[in-house]
């Protein structure tokens, strides 16, 4: 999380120094290009635009700094916020749960922990706060786990419900995100750039149909199910 926190103060600092960071980026773009034969060149401009984003200016260095270099760094600072730094406290309060953390404020952060999880824990906060330090306590001389994995392990759930489900919890947090990914979805099985435009009831459908292979239906099925459309013929 700090590593986030870091490269943040990095982006932002590149973006209130805009202007000096763009024209050596710049500048190096432009021997580039020499190098290459390119004309840096701007796109067809209107006066009114309503489709598109237009930079009032004739200036390459001044049009690509407002129209890509400023809202890449906008957008770059907004993901990592949403990513990383807006969980920041949710980390926190879960590293709690870990006997090897001495945290200060250990209590407070079991109770956030307590109340934020109450539907999946069914307890009350002060219940959960004295199991999950009982729980910790069970360690003194002996190994700490290292790791949420290492300490889901240890805990016992018949003993620390709350705690085993807490650290279930941690555990399978996702680290990662691949929405735009298709490479290993079942979209890819399904549109292709020859059949792109497909409706949402029958993606989701077909979804179901290549996901759940298992489940045979018959033709006898598939025919009762499609005749029950309103039709001016009769099917069946």
């Known amino acids: 999380m700090s590593l986030a926190d870091n490269v943040s103060d990095v982006l ?18 432009k021997e580039k290009c020499m190098s290459l034969d390119i004309e840096i060149t701007l796109p ?7 489709n598109r984003f237009n930079v009032k200016t ?11 270099f400023i809202p890449f760094l906008d957008n ?4 990592l916020y949403d990513m990383f730094i807006a969980h920041k406290s949710l980390i926190t309060n879960f590293c709690c749960l870990l006997p090897n953390n001495n945290l200060p404020n250990r209590e407070e952060n079991i109770k956030s922990l307590a109340e934020k999880y109450s539907e999946d824990l069914q307890c009350s906060s002060d219940s959960v706060i ?21 300490a889901l392990i ?28 298709r490479s290993f979805s079942t979209l890819k099985r399904l549109k292709t750039y020859l059949r792109n435009t497909i409706g949402e009831n029958r993606l989701n459908s077909l979804a ?13 099925e598939v025919l009762n199910d499609f005749a029950k459309d309103s039709r001016k ?4």
């Open 208 to 220: 179901l149909l290549n996901i759940h292979r298992e489940i045979i239906l018959t033709t006898d």
């Open 233 to 236: 013929i009769r099917l069946l």
């Open 76 to 79: 770059f600072i907004s993901q």
């Open 130 to 150: 004295g199991e999950v330090l009982t729980w910790t306590q069970t360690f003194v001389g002996t190994e700490k786990p290292k790791n949420a994995l290492e």
């Open 154 to 181: 240890a805990c016992n759930p018949l003993i620390f419900p709350s705690t085993y489900k807490l650290l279930q919890i941690i555990a399978t947090l996702p680290v990662t995100t691949a929405s735009s990914e």
């Open 12 to 29: 932002k600092n590149i973006r209130n120094n805009a202007d000096e960071d763009f024209k050596k980026l710049f500048l190096k773009v």
């Open 58 to 68: 004739t200036c390459p260095n001044e049009y690509y700094k407002i129209s890509l």
């Open 44 to 50: 067809r401009l209107t006066n009114i635009q309503k």
